[in-house]
């Protein structure tokens, strides 16, 4: 069984930036797509950004100050720049995975916090 392990949230500035991370638990075959989404206090799941082999796409209101990406080791980042109170939430990775060349199955994270004030 494959896991996704969050890292990076924290608390920081209105300006600042954070650089979340998921990687699996163990070593896959390859990712079909990965996202991230993020969930505030009394509010319903929204995608932030999804990455699938058609192409990237971020919500309205982090396009050109978030960045989704991977690197060489199928680590998923979601890299946040300038970021607002309102970015305030639990952040939750989402890939779609292959653990051998015929298996693959979607996976979240644990969610990890991001905190933006003052």
Sequence with gaps: QVQLVESGGGLVQPGGSLRL????????????????????????????????????????????????????????YLQMNNLKPEDTAVYYCQVVLATTPTTWANYWGQGTQVTVSS
Excluded: H
């Design 21 to 76: 991370s998921c990687a699996a638990s163990r070593s896959i075959f390859s990712i079909n797509a990965m996202g991230w989404y993020r969930q505030a206090p009394g509010k319903q799941r929204e995608l932030v950004a999804v990455s699938r082999s058609s192409g990237t796409r971020y919500a309205d209101s982090v396009k050109g100050r978030f960045t989704i990406s991977r690197d060489a080791e199928n680590t998923v």
